[in-house]
């Protein structure tokens, strides 16, 4: 005999296939739907993310643009008094004892210190006022003046720091340089 015989009549046959496919679609549908919650949640959670990470690096970026935009005019200040320094000094140097002097103002600083005025007094000695961006050139302008007091320097004997302020831009110094004779 055969195994596979069926006792189902048609119209029943039929109705339990129609069942089977009911729940099959129903589950395919629950699945669709699920995927679909699922993906529409992570778009909204990769775009919110997005957003945020896009606004944090806009406003890391305004900022930098904003430090560089207020440092311009600092650096191209002190740039063009060291270079002014530099031509009165070569000036200086052939009518003047004291060329050496202002040539050496100019280069008594590093780049990273902004000069931003020098005058020379009678007694031999110079008014230095400038500004100090970064802690490094606090480290920096600390180490002149040391050397300076200690004798190291061929233009000058001693260094005064007569004040020293923190701003917006940094630290402010106002210094006496006093010249070898």
Sequence with gaps: MNSKINLLPNAAKFKAYRQLMRTLNKKIVEW?????VVVIVLTIAVGVGVRTWSSRVEKTLNHWKQEFTNLGPGVEASQKIKYQAKIV???????????????AIGKLFPPEVI???SDFK????F???????????VDQVESIIR???????DYFTKMELKKMNWNMEGWQFDA??????
């Design 147 to 153: 050397d300076i007091n200690e004798g190291k320097n």
């Design 32 to 36: 669709e739907i699920g995927v679909g």
């Design 122 to 125: 009678n007694e031999g000695s």
């Design 115 to 117: 000069l931003e005025k």
């Design 127 to 137: 008014n230095v006022t400038g500004t100090i961006p970064t802690d490094i050139g």
């Design 89 to 103: 000094g070569r000036v200086m140097d052939e009518r003047f004892e004291y060329g050496q002097a202002f040539g």
């Design 176 to 181: 006496i340089v006093y010249l070898k004779t």
